[in-house]
C-alpha cells in the first residue's frame, strides 16, 4: 500500500468497479462510492486489498457533506456515477427526464467535486477524472459518417448532459490549474454495462475503459489538464 486515496462514485459495479479494483491494484487505498450500502459492501468483499465502503449518493447533499467528512485527504476523485433514464429525442422527451439525469450527471458531479475540494486541495497531486460519454461530443454528434450518427437525435437527455459535463470538466481545468490539479474526461466507449439495453448486450470489456480512467487518475505533473479522451488516450473532440 502507498499512501494516494482515491473516491470512484458508483463503484459498486460495471465500469466504476473495475475502476475501484485497479487503483487498488495500484496498492491505493480506494473508497467504493455507492448509494445502496450492501451493494457497495458486497463490491467491496469483490475488490478486496485497500477497498473501502463509502455510502454516497451524489443527488443527496446530505449524503454528499456526510461522506466528505469522512476524508482528511483525497488524491483522486473519479466521478463515475452515471444514469441514463430514456433514449427518447428531445421533442419526445419530457422535462422530468432531463431533470433526473441532468441531477445525477451534471450537477451530482459539481457538487461531489465542490465538497470533496478541501480534501483534495490536501493532496501534493489532485486529480480529477469525470467518467463522460462518446455520444456526448457535438463534433461526432454531428458528422453522418461517425458510428454515433445512426441514432442521431436520440438520448437526448443523457447525450446533452455528458456535453454538458464536458464544459463543466474543461471550466473546472481552467479554474484549478494554478493549484495544480489535473482535471479531464474520458470517453469509456460502449462497454457491457446495465446504461441501457444495447449497453448491456455489447461485448466491450469494463476493464479496458477503466484502464483508460485509471491512465488519467495517474497523470504525472507533465499530464495534460482541461481534455476529453478516450480510453485508448486519444484526444476526442469537443
Same mark, same amino acid.
Given at each position: 500500500m502507498n499512501d494516494r486515496t482515491? #473516491?470512484? !462514485?458508483?463503484?459498486?459495479?460495471?465500469? &466504476?468497479?473495475?475502476?475501484?479494483?485497479? *487503483?487498488?491494484? +495500484?496498492?491505493?487505498t480506494v473508497y467504493v462510492g455507492s448509494r445502496d450500502a450492501e451493494r457497495g459492501r458486497r463490491a467491496v468483499e469483490e475488490i478486496g486489498g485497500g477497498a473501502r465502503l463509502m455510502v454516497l449518493d451524489v443527488t443527496d447533499p446530505e449524503s454528499?457533506?456526510?461522506?466528505? !467528512?469522512?476524508l482528511d485527504r483525497l488524491d483522486i476523485l473519479v466521478n463515475n456515477a452515471g444514469i441514463m433514464v430514456d433514449g427518447a429525442t428531445a421533442p419526445e422527451a419530457d422535462l422530468d427526464s432531463f431533470r433526473r439525469t441532468y441531477e445525477t450527471n451534471v450537477?451530482?458531479?459539481?457538487?461531489? %467535486?465542490?465538497?470533496?475540494?478541501? $480534501?483534495?486541495?490536501r493532496s501534493p497531486a489532485p486529480r480529477i477524472v469525470n467518467v463522460s460519454s462518446g455520444t456526448g461530443s457535438l463534433t461526432w454528434s454531428s458528422d453522418p459518417e461517425h458510428q454515433f450518427a445512426f441514432s442521431a437525435g436520440t438520448g437526448a437527455a443523457y447525450r446533452s448532459s455528458? %456535453?454538458?459535463?464536458?464544459? *463543466? !470538466?474543461?471550466?473546472?481545468?481552467?479554474? #484549478?490549474?494554478? +493549484? &495544480?490539479?489535473?482535471?479531464?474526461?474520458? $470517453?469509456?466507449? #460502449?462497454?457491457r454495462t446495465d446504461l441501457n439495453a444495447r449497453a448491456a448486450e455489447s461485448d466491450g470489456d469494463p476493464a479496458e475503459a477503466a484502464a483508460g480512467a485509471v491512465r488519467l487518475a495517474l497523470l504525472p505533473d507533465t499530464g495534460p489538464t482541461g481534455g476529453f479522451f478516450s480510453w485508448d488516450g486519444t484526444p476526442a473532440p469537443w
Open positions: 482515491a #473516491l470512484v !462514485t458508483g463503484a459498486n459495479k460495471g465500469i &466504476g468497479k473495475d475502476i475501484a479494483r485497479q *487503483l487498488g491494484a +495500484e496498492g491505493l454528499i457533506a456526510s461522506a466528505a !467528512t469522512r450537477f451530482g458531479v459539481l457538487a461531489v %467535486t465542490n465538497a470533496f475540494l478541501p $480534501a483534495l486541495r455528458k %456535453t454538458a459535463l464536458n464544459a *463543466l !470538466t474543461l471550466y473546472t481545468a481552467q479554474a #484549478l490549474a494554478p +493549484e &495544480g490539479f489535473k482535471v479531464n474526461a474520458l $470517453a469509456p466507449g #460502449l462497454r
